[in-house]
């Protein structure tokens, strides 16, 4: 069974920046396309972006050119660089595994395997 586990959430200022890691217990990254989503208080899971087999990526518009997901293939790792951080990025950071392989979708239910999720807290 593929497990997920996110690292590297805490509080930082509003302009700084913070780099999330999810650690996999299995060889997946190149089969599956990986994303990044998190969830704030009271909301839906948003989609933040994609990393795919061949290192392609995609972006959600609100976090375009401040976000970026890489992966350490060699260490089973998948990260979240996340810059000019805002007080509304505020929330519960999760990476999950598609459902469809290489294949995605920017909502949550087309991801099978979810961390447990690593909390960012961005103080004004």
């Known amino acids: 069974q593929v497990q997920l586990a996110e690292s590297g959430g805490g509080l930082v200022q509003a302009g700084g920046s913070l780099r999330l890691s999810c650690a996999t217990s299995?060889?997946?990254?190149?089969?599956?396309?990986m994303a990044w989503f998190r969830q704030a208080p009271g909301k839906e899971r948003e989609f933040l972006g994609i990393?795919?087999?061949?290192?392609?990526?995609e972006y959600a518009n609100d976090v375009k050119g401040r976000f970026t997901i890489s992966r350490d293939s060699a260490e089973n790792v998948i990260y979240l660089q996340m810059n000019s951080l805002r007080p509304e990025d505020t929330a519960v950071y999760y990476c999950?595994?598609?459902?469809?392989?290489?294949?995605?979708?920017?909502?949550?239910?087309?991801?099978?395997?979810w961390g447990q999720g690593a909390q960012v807290t961005v103080s004004s």
């Open positions: 999950a595994r598609s459902a469809y392989g290489s294949a995605w979708a920017g909502t949550s239910s087309s991801y099978d395997v």
């Open positions: 990393i795919n087999p061949t290192d392609g990526t």
């Open positions: 299995g060889r997946i990254f190149s089969v599956y396309t």
